[in-house]
């Protein structure tokens, strides 16, 4: 939806492609999003971060057990995967620094 956030993305993991790698090592859960066919322009194809390269959007998501909800043990579990999370999120926040939301 907007191009020049994806592009930030892009950018801020084709430059730092190791911290990325190491962030998604290190997290229990795979990053998903839409992704287009081929690196796009301006990318190298040999890079190690290509398949994320080629991304439109990028997410990771935790479903949680129903019986985590019933018994009541869900806060201590949030509060342990949104840790979890943090590091790509903040990846993902200092790469959008930058960015300006259109005004209408």
Same mark, same amino acid.
């Given at each position: 939806m907007f191009s020049n956030a994806t592009a930030l993305v892009r950018d801020?993991?084709?430059?730092?492609g190791a911290a990325w790698g190491d962030i998604l090592t290190a997290q229990p859960?795979?990053?998903g999003g839409s992704a287009l066919k081929n690196?796009?322009?301006?990318?190298?194809p040999a890079h190690p971060q290509a398949e994320y390269l080629k991304y439109k959007s990028?997410?990771? /998501? +935790?479903?949680?057990? +129903?019986?985590?909800?019933? /018994?009541? +043990?869900?806060?201590?579990?949030?509060? /342990?995967?949104f840790l979890a999370m943090k590091p790509l999120n903040d990846?993902?926040? /200092?790469?959008?620094? +930058?960015?300006?939301?259109?005004?209408r």
């Open positions: 801020h993991i084709a430059a730092h859960f795979p990053v690196v796009p322009k301006g990318f190298d990028w997410y990771i /998501e +935790d479903p949680v057990p +129903d019986a985590l909800l019933l /018994e009541g +043990d869900f806060v201590p579990y949030a509060v /342990e995967r990846f993902l926040n /200092e790469a959008l620094r +930058d960015f300006q939301m259109p005004t």
